[in-house]
């Protein structure tokens, strides 16, 4: 992205931060693969990664992304080409991944949750070649959504399936197959350090995700001063239960920070506690970061069905809001330290320390990991607002992006002109330096970490026959932080159920995670004096009702 610029439609830090963050020492010349291949040299024989019964030493997880890259380019997969990732927690994902870093490859991280409109999204906007799936993941078909999409795309030219029971289809290739296989060795590639290495989803929150483009030198950073904040060694054993390929689990410090510091990643196969709860006893993990749901969901397991926990040092909790109460439930449920995380695909990261004080831990997501980083609270004129007020952040550093992949106009309203990212999220300086989360300027829904654009559940719901006017909004939840609350007028002599709009919202083949979970018709919706659906009455309006039911 600063170094060569080859990648068309990816913007560039001025060469002057650049030159500042090189001499600094916070880019180094050194890419994520090579960053693999140096811990495969240091630690050896070591498990690398564990997957239920699968286990990897850091030779074996090094020599099986060797060969895969070996295939994938005598395939004909060339550097910059760009191929939608969609796998679960399995360590295909992890192999896959350096595999396509170590030959300049440019992975798309997709959802397991995501469906046909979000695929052929990324697929078209990107000219990707190559789509990652499993052959069935939680009762979906992704490998008949493949070949459908196959047929759509001309440029699609390869699937990767991580399944060996893969029938003999042009153009579909097993990874397991390919990896028990040897290959040719490649003609050797090095990518730029400081070009693109991966892309991240943005959370959406103008319709569908945007590209978050991120270099190997940024990334790696990233993952660097989140280890050193969560003091990440040799003996930590990192329990992934939220999708591997959240930017929280991938290098935050995730997959890249555990790798770098010698310790051990652990991935579990579903985020269900009892699963969670099992592998920390089994594996002896040390650190689990999740959404605030799921910690929640795995201290009501504790608390029903307890487990050998004695090994665990550290939860990190991100993604939404941890309430205070939560917070101090985790140290006594599960006897050990919080760390609030806050931050984003596209750069900006935050933490409290392992030894702040409780209350910070309890009130606070701490301060930036980077003494790089800057940011700003701005009120809506863009002036900023003194210690204490609540303001937008705004932010920019060598580790957060200075755009979106080819998205020009987006970018013109999302980055100042002296190259701040306007995050949307509103928070709060104490005078110890600790920011804390107030709300969201923008109009989406976190539900467990899960952004859900509400313009675009709107737009998919408004087309519904019996539907006039219909609005999506947050409404608060104990476990996932919120859910979408639908709102809506009918149309005459008509009445709708929330089953008949999940049911039409099935017909649009989106993510689950999108579908309202609680639906209010109104006669009328109320508006703002000039003339817009009042948002801010109709949370309000679920606020009471939910206050209702209580009582």
């Known amino acids: 992205m600063s170094g060569s610029g080859v990648l068309e439609g ?53 020599d099986l992304s060797e ?31 350096f595999a396509l870093v170590k030959i300049g490859a440019l992975p798309i991280m997709a959802l397991p949750a995501h469906r046909a409109t979000e695929i052929d999204y990324f697929l078209r906007h990107a000219d990707a070649i190559g789509y990652a799936v499993p052959r069935r ?55 730029d350090p400081f070009d693109v290495a991966v892309f991240l989803l943005s959370g959406g929150t103008t319709g569908l995700p945007k590209l ?18 969560c003091a990440f060694d040799a003996s930590t054993v990192l329990l992934i239960a939220i999708p591997v390929s959240h930017n929280f689990a991938l290098a935050c410090p995730g997959v890249q920070g555990v790798l770098m510091a010698g310790g051990t990643l652990v ?75 806050f931050g984003m695909a596209e750069g900006f990261i935050s933490f409290t320390r392992l030894d702040d004080p409780e209350q910070t831990v309890r009130e606070t997501v701490g301060r930036p990991i980077s003494p790089q980083d800057e940011f700003r609270l701005v009120d809506e004129a863009g002036r900023d607002v003194a210690q204490g007020e609540v303001g937008e952040l705004w ?93 809506v007028t009918c149309r005459d002599g008509h009445a709708v159920t929330l089953a008949e709009i999940v049911a039409h919202l099935e017909t649009k083949r989106v993510a689950r995670f999108k579908f309202p979970e609680r639906l209010e018709v109104l006669e009328r919706f109320p508006m703002t004096a000039v003339g817009k659906i009042s948002k801010k009455d109709l949370r309000e309006h679920v606020r009471q009702k939910l206050e209702e039911k209580k009582e």
């Open 267 to 341: 991935l579990a196969a579903t985020p269900d506690p009892g699963t969670v709860l099992a592998t920390v006893e089994r594996e002896r993990v040390t650190c689990v970061p999740a959404v605030p749901a799921l910690h929640i969901a795995v201290m009501d397991r504790q608390e029903a069905a307890p487990r050998d926990l004695s090994s665990l040092r550290q939860i990190l909790a991100g993604g939404s809001k941890f309430l205070p109460e939560s917070a101090v439930r985790a140290l006594r449920v599960l006897g050990c330290r919080v760390q609030q995380v």
């Open 67 to 97: 060969r895969l890259a070996d295939h994938l380019v005598i395939l004909g997969v060339r550097p910059g080409e760009r191929i939608v990732v969609q796998l679960p927690n399995v360590p295909e994902f992890v192999i896959l991944y």
């Open 212 to 229: 978050i483009p991120r270099t190997h030198a940024d990334y790696l950073y990233n993952s660097r001063q989140t280890n050193a904040v």
């Open 395 to 487: 932010v920019r550093g060598p580790y957060t992006i200075r755009g979106y992949y080819r998205a020009p106009e987006h970018n013109a309203k999302a980055f100042t002109a002296d190259g701040f990212y306007k995050t949307g999220d509103m928070l709060r300086l104490d005078a110890a330096g600790n920011l804390g989360v107030e709300g969201r300027v923008k109009d989406m829904i976190n539900r467990a970490g899960e952004k859900i654009s509400a313009e675009e559940v709107e737009n998919l719901v408004a087309d519904h026959p019996k539907v006039q006017q219909v609005a999506l909004v947050a409404m608060p939840d104990r476990v996932t932080g919120e859910k979408g609350c639908l709102f």
């Open 137 to 191: 993941y939680r009762n979906f078909d992704h490998l008949a959504l493949a070949r459908e999409l196959k047929q759509a795309h001309r440029a699609l030219r390869w699937v990767f399936v991580a399944d060996s029971e893969v029938a003999d289809e042009e153009g579909f290739v097993s990874l397991p197959r390919f990896l028990e296989q040897e290959a040719p060795a490649r003609p050797k590639h090095r990518p």
């Open 10 to 62: 990816a913007t560039a830090w001025p060469r002057s931060f650049a030159e500042r963050y090189r001499a600094a020492g916070v880019w180094r010349d050194e890419t994520i693969g090579e960053m693999l291949d140096a811990a495969a040299e240091r630690y050896g024989d070591k498990v690398a990664l564990s997957a239920g019964e699968r286990h990897y030493t850091y030779h074996e997880l090094r």
